[in-house]
């Protein structure tokens, strides 16, 4: 039996760090929202016990370094049974964009082996394993917009006004580690206003995206992200903001129209208009 499942990415309307816990992973405050950028996953159950993945993109590692692979793992092991998969993965999502590629990779694993195995878990539950694999996994796999506490895995879902983005990838990559240990040596105080900006989510896109935070942005001070946010700004996007822990960055619009019309003045090879979804 197979099954072909949309993997969905992610952006950050909002993303703060709000301290480091014993365990080494931080804290964090988010808000964040599927968009519709996906990878297409396609899982194979193939009764021989074994869990193999490959991918279209020859730079993705295949084995126990991929999320999906790990959740194919995971789920078996909660399971209590390992009839064993093929996964096969169709990259849309640009790497090291701060877009949740691999983890909606892993989430659509964890969702397409629950409906093949005769659905054992509940959404509670398969939010629970991915959890395990990493913060973003149980929000990929719940989709829509949340606010979400916690290492990110505290959800709760959030009604917001339907708008566009216009994701844009530049040629390079941020470099994460590097960033969360400036914050472990010298803590950014939390940014007032979280509870507010979810309240204004609701209204029409106007109203928050001027108001978006990333704390990365401060972390890193790459003048190269601050000169794509004034591309997109002066694009005509409401709000600009750069995602997850970067690299890529997205402007808000009203319309997809509005949003494809920008793409055109934008002079950076990857990019994707699309509706938040």
């Known amino acids: 039996m197979s099954l072909t499942v949309r993997a969905d990415a992610k952006i950050n309307l909002w993303l703060d760090i709000t301290g480091r816990l014993p365990d080494g992973y931080h804290s964090l405050n988010t808000v964040m929202r599927r968009i519709d950028l996906y990878d297409d996953v396609t899982v194979e159950t193939n009764g021989s016990g074994e869990v193999s993945v490959s991918c279209d993109v020859p730079l993705i590692p295949t084995d126990e370094?991929?999320?999906a692979f790990k959740a194919a793992k995971a789920f078996?092991?909660?399971a209590g049974k390992n009839m064993g998969t093929n996964v096969h993965i169709v990259k849309r999502i640009p790497v090291e964009a701060g877009l949740g590629g691999s983890s909606a990779d892993g989430a659509a694993v964890l969702t397409a082996l629950n409906e093949l195995c005769g659905k054992p878990f509940g959404m509670h539950?398969?939010?629970?394993?991915?959890a395990?694999?990493?913060?973003?996994?149980?929000?990929?796999?719940?989709?829509?917009?949340?606010?979400?506490?916690?290492?990110?895995?505290?959800?709760?879902?959030?009604g917001c006004a339907g708008f566009a983005v216009l994701v844009v990838k530049p040629d390079f990559s941020c470099n994460t580690g590097k960033a969360y240990r400036s914050y472990d040596a010298s803590p950014i105080a939390e940014k007032p206003g979280f509870n507010a900006f979810c309240?204004?989510?609701?209204?029409?896109?106007?109203?928050?995206?001027s108001n978006m935070y990333n704390i990365f942005e401060?972390?890193?001070?790459?003048?190269?992200?601050d000169r794509i946010k004034t591309q997109l700004l002066g694009s005509g996007a409401l709000g600009a903001c750069m995602s997850g822990s970067g690299s890529a960055v997205f402007g808000v619009f009203g319309s997809l129209s509005e949003a494809e019309r920008a793409a055109r003045s934008?002079?950076?090879?990857?990019?994707f208009a699309v509706k938040a979804i």
């Not at 539950?125 to 991915?130: A, D, S, T």
């Not at 309240?199 to 995206?209: Q, V």
């Open 65 to 67: 370094r991929n999320i």
């Open 76 to 78: 078996f092991a909660h």
């Open 125 to 130: 539950e398969l939010c629970g394993i991915g």
């Open 132 to 158: 395990s694999l990493g913060a973003d996994v149980p929000f990929c796999i719940m989709g829509g917009t949340a606010k979400c506490t916690g290492i990110g895995d505290i959800m709760e879902p959030l």
């Open 199 to 209: 309240d204004s989510l609701r209204s029409s896109c106007s109203g928050f995206a």
């Open 218 to 225: 401060e972390l890193y001070g790459d003048e190269r992200i």
């Open 266 to 271: 934008i002079d950076i090879k990857t990019k």
